[in-house]
């Protein structure tokens, strides 16, 4: 047997934070070279007049704690703080043919980015270029191209005012072409909501986790992804709350839990069970998961209304506010519990006990995150979390109702401000009047549908507003083939990362200001703004000496480029609208009014202001009228997660240690595994009928229904506490494998926790760091 290094042994589970939460920061910063105690810099974030943490979208409370702050938001925070530098003469020293062998954790650590950078063929080095001359290249090239082979990708840690910019350069330019991040992560609600609700966001505040009687978390890691939120978890959890956990794995921060913020806990080691109940379902099976708690609830109230007894549905609920319900009662009265039992890998009992937890509580939550919206039919699994919260009214009521928890800490409000590729028309409208031009009304790509363009060969221009698009993408090697028949990418980031590396005919790499950096413009300090996951929006003001004198924030940016580009389609101020970003706002106002009334004083509410949210007062937006009980009268999952079927169900996760695609390091504390991310999680069984020990080494081969092979190889096998027919490896090492066809079905969000594969052992062992790289080391299959 080879090497079990990785194994996580059984006795290695301590408590999620605790001391090693704070070391783990801690030593993010020193490797940036921040100095920890008194940090002015962590005791700013997500407080007013402070800057919001860039990490993820659990929102800021109206009383800040003195450090509201995780382990995982300073160590984003020290990632752009660093004191390392990718200048030019890095550039001068590097071909990009070489930076494209180093992994992802090494090109971003090379620090910030510090001038605007052009490609040279010639010499396949970039070189600096001034912004003047960098802006007007690539002006002047996109004013000649055909608008609609021109794709404005937005990444979620965009400001609103950035976004909505961006938004209004790509339909001066004459597209809707705005492939985003959301396409791949939340989008599955953005679409799938709004059929059952009216609307595409969660309709729960703070306060209603305040009054909460019971939460489910279905498909989320918020110890790893929202940390923040553990600290709701602990004090819920200490009050007697029952939480009820959906997730193949035993995620740690589900588990237990040691506030870092509680002397008591950090000086005593004592930690909070958080989870009153887990249940390791199979990926996938979240639809009859919800549905089998659906049909306990539905007969149970069968019964009481034949003896007599108090209802357990929301009768006069269903009757006054939903659609659907008799035909989705039948449907669950008539489930077996065979088949549900066979789809989701948990009991009959399990389901009853979570439908009994579910009854008994007056004012239930539900989260979730993308164990659902990366699926097949993830959005089918959410709408059958909504029909459970249906059923007894757990809607538009307080301490109840949907909680999508997001990824990216702008993401939504990006959507907000008109990042859609299907824009509607009173929207247009409004744009049209504001901005004095016909803004274009053929929808463009999403994510997924770029990508099918880019194989194509229909893309002459890729601008990237943030983060690394030819990483996160599904389909990633033959997509990124292609990357080089485009006639020009741009992208601003902050670090350096692979999407720069992928160059089209020309290329260009612009540095931003990052959220912590003091943004000042012609009429003084900036303040920027973003909407977290509870709709609430508010202000961010950076405080940091920038990085570098020749940083730009993104509204400067993309005012530069539409000066270049577009000055002469529309009468547009952009100095004036960069000198002061109350001037965006105004605008924004002006196109949402409904939305942003008196922006400009709102922007600093402790705790921002809420955008309106019809389902939270029971107003339901939908064609009915009424919140509608829909379902696919459809058992057998599309993803196909039942066992037998030769194949396994790959969960592409982020280990404690990434954000995203920025890699912090090769460890994952929570789960055991130390300076490796080429691991596989294996169940037992499915390893023993595979001949494979701890150790082995194998290859992924997808089992794609359209023909072509698509594998990757070089990972390590762990054993793992997982339901058998499901597995887990790291993003986006493994994206190589996901067919772009393999996704959800109403809003094409890949589906990424449920790829179909086949794994093959390999014969020879490699050395334990193999770098994070999409392809291993090539090995032999074993025969
Ligand atoms: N530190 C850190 N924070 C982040 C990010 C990061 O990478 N690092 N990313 C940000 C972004 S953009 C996003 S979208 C969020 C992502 O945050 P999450 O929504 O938590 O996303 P993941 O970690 O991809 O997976 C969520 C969980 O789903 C479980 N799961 C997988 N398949 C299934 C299934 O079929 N059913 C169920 N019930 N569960 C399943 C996995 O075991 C995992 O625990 O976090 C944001 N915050
Ligand atoms: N297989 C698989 N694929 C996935 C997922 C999965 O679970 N499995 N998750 C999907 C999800 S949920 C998402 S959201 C996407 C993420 O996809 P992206 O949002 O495209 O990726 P990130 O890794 O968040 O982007 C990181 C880069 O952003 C840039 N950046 C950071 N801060 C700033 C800033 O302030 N301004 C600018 N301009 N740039 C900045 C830096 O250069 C950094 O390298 O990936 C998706 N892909
Ligand atoms: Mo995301």
Redesign the pocket.
């Given at each position: 047997m080879a090497s079990d290094k990785n194994r996580k042994s059984d006795h290695d589970d301590h408590a999620a934070g605790g001391w090693g939460a704070v070391n783990a920061a801690e030593k993010q910063l020193s490797r940036q070279k921040i100095l920890m105690k008194g940090n002015k810099l962590l005791l700013s974030m997500n407080k007013p007049g402070g800057f919001d943490c860039?990490s993820c979208a659990w929102p800021d409370p109206k009383k800040p704690k003195l450090a509201e702050y995780c382990e995982n938001g300073a160590k984003a925070v020290a990632w752009?703080a660093t004191k390392k530098r990718t200048g030019p003469d890095f550039f001068a020293e590097h071909t990009v043919t070489e930076l494209l062998t180093w992994s992802d954790f090494e090109l971003?650590d090379q620090g910030r980015l510090t001038h605007p950078m052009g490609y040279n063929a010639e010499t396949d080095k970039y070189e600096a270029v001034d912004w003047h001359t960098a802006l007007s290249e690539i002006g002047t090239f996109v004013r000649e191209q055909d608008r609609k082979r021109v794709e404005l990708y937005t990444?979620?840690?965009?400001s609103n005012e950035a976004a909505f910019l961006w938004q209004l350069y790509g339909r001066l330019i004459g597209t809707n072409n705005f492939p985003d991040?959301?396409n791949?992560?939340h989008e599955t609600t953005t679409v799938a909501l709004p059929e059952s609700i009216g609307i595409g966001k969660g309709t729960v505040t703070l306060d209603d986790w305040e009054h909460c009687d019971a939460l489910f978390i279905i498909g989320q890691n918020p110890g790893t992804n929202s940390p923040r939120m553990l600290s709701y978890l602990h004090e819920m959890a200490m009050k007697g709350v029952p939480i009820v956990s959906f997730n193949p794995l035993k995620e740690r921060g589900l588990v237990r839990f040691t506030d870092p913020q509680s002397p008591r806990e950090m000086l005593t080691g004592k930690a909070q069970q958080i989870s009153s109940n887990y249940f390791q379902l199979r990926t996938g099976g979240d639809i009859l998961a919800m549905q089998g708690i659906c049909k306990v609830v539905v007969e149970a109230d069968d019964a009481a209304k034949a003896a007599g007894r108090e209802r357990v549905l929301d009768v006069d609920f269903i009757a006054e506010h939903t659609h659907g319900f008799e035909a989705f009662a039948d449907y669950v009265r008539n489930l077996s519990w065979a088949d549900i039992e066979l789809y989701t890998a948990l009991t009959r009992e399990q389901i009853e006990q979570a439908g009994e937890i579910y009854m008994k509580a007056n004012n239930v939550i539900c989260c979730w995150g993308?164990g659902i919206t990366?699926h097949r039919r993830g959005g089918d699994a959410l709408q059958q979390i909504i029909n459970m919260l249906l059923l007894r009214g757990n809607m538009g009521k307080p301490g109840a109702g949907a909680c999508p928890i997001r990824?990216?800490s702008n993401?939504q409000g990006d959507r907000t401000v008109g990042i859609y590729q299907k824009p509607k028309e009173p929207f247009l409208q409004k744009m049209d009047e504001v901005f004095g031009f016909e803004n274009p009304r053929e929808w463009g790509h999403d994510t997924a549908e770029c990508c099918e363009a880019i194989l194509r060969g229909d893309v002459d221009v890729f601008l990237g507003?943030?983060?690394?698009?030819f990483?996160?993408?599904?389909d990633l090697d033959r997509v990124t083939a292609k990357v080089k028949d485009i006639g020009l990418t741009m992208h601003?980031?902050?670090?350096l990362?692979r999407s720069h590396l992928l160059t089209g005919k020309r290329a260009y790499i612009l540095p931003?200001l990052?959220?912590t950096e003091l943004d000042e413009q012609e009429c003084g300090k900036q303040t920027i703004t973003v909407e977290d996951s509870f709709s609430m929006v508010h202000g961010s003001t950076g405080m940091l000496k920038p990085a570098s004198e020749h940083l730009r924030s993104?509204p400067w940016i993309i005012a530069g480029l539409a000066k270049e580009t577009v000055a002469d389609r529309a009468p547009i101020d952009w100095d004036g609208l960069v000198a002061d970003y109350d001037r965006i706002r105004d605008k924004m106002e002006e196109v949402f009014p409904d939305l942003f009334e008196n922006f400009n004083e709102r922007l600093m509410v402790p705790g921002g202001f809420r955008l309106p949210n019809g389902a939270s007062e029971r107003v339901w937006n939908t064609p009915t009228g009424k919140a509608n009980f829909l379902f696919t009268p459809n058992i057998k999952d599309s993803d196909d997660a039942v066992p037998d079927s030769g194949h396994l169900q790959l969960m592409?996760l982020?280990s404690h240690d990434q954000?995203?695609?920025?890699v912090y390091s090769l460890n994952d504390r929570y789960r055991g595994i130390k300076d490796d991310r080429m691991v596989v999680f294996m169940n037992e069984r499915d390893m023993e009928e595979r001949g494979l020990s701890e150790g082995d080494m194998i290859a992924f081969e997808a089992a794609a229904d359209d023909g072509i092979e698509r594998r990757v190889s070089g990972f390590k096998v762990v054993r793992y506490d997982l339901p058998q027919g499901c597995c887990g490896a790291y993003?986006?090492e493994?994206?190589p494998l996901?067919a772009l066809s393999h996704r959800d079905e109403r809003s094409n969000t890949?589906a990424?926790k449920s790829v179909p594969v086949k794994v093959v052992a390999l014969t020879q062992a490699t050395p334990a760091n193999t770098v994070s790289e999409g392809a291993g080391p090539e090995l032999v299959p074993a025969e």
């Open positions: 860039p752009e971003e990444s979620g840690r965009t991040c959301s791949m992560c993308m990366q990824g990216h993401v507003m943030g983060g690394n698009f990483r996160a993408i599904p601003v980031g902050t670090k990362n931003a990052g959220r993104e592409t982020r954000f995203n695609t920025t993003y986006p493994t994206n996901l890949p990424s």
